[in-house]
């Protein structure tokens, strides 16, 4: 799944889900044979918003070397103007890092 339905009863890998649901979801789709694969629609959207004053993404920094905390905003805003619809880590599964793309846990997983 992807965006919809996004509800507590169906898998996403969106940020706020257990980290477990990106698992199950592929486990579940091996288990059926008809199925081959995932469609997935972007894993590199880093979009922002400027008509809204929120500024397109940039390189991922940490805020320092000992905690895993950093300045990227997860927030995707594929339906800019609108601000109001969005889901946080939708669309990464990859961030821009400073020497190539950075593999989320999700993807890693």
Same mark, same amino acid.
């Given at each position: 799944?992807? +965006?919809?339905? =996004?509800? @507590?009863?169906?898998?996403? !890998?969106f @940020?706020?889900?257990?980290l477990?649901? !990106?698992? +199950?979801?592929? &486990?579940?789709?091996? =288990? *059926? +044979?008809?199925?081959?694969? &995932?469609? *997935?629609?972007?894993?590199?959207? &880093?979009?922002?918003?400027? !008509?809204?004053?929120i %500024?397109?993404?940039?390189?991922?920094?940490?805020? $320092?070397?000992?905690?895993?905390?950093?300045?990227? $905003? %997860?927030?995707? *805003?594929?339906w800019?103007?609108?601000?109001?619809?969005?889901?946080?880590?939708?669309? *990464?599964? #990859?961030? %821009?890092?400073e020497?190539? %793309? +950075?593999?989320? =846990?999700? #993807?890693? $997983?």
């Amino acid at each position: 799944h992807c +965006i919809e339905p =996004s509800g @507590i009863d169906y898998l996403n !890998s969106f @940020i706020e889900r257990p980290l477990m649901e !990106s698992r +199950i979801l592929f &486990w579940l789709g091996a =288990s *059926y +044979i008809d199925v081959n694969g &995932w469609l *997935y629609y972007a894993v590199d959207l &880093w979009q922002g918003c400027p !008509s809204q004053g929120i %500024p397109n993404k940039h390189i991922i920094h940490r805020y $320092n070397a000992t905690l895993p905390f950093t300045d990227f $905003n %997860p927030a995707n *805003y594929i339906w800019c103007p609108r601000t109001d619809i969005f889901a946080n880590g939708d669309g *990464y599964f #990859l961030y %821009p890092g400073e020497y190539g %793309p +950075i593999t989320t =846990s999700r #993807l890693n $997983n």
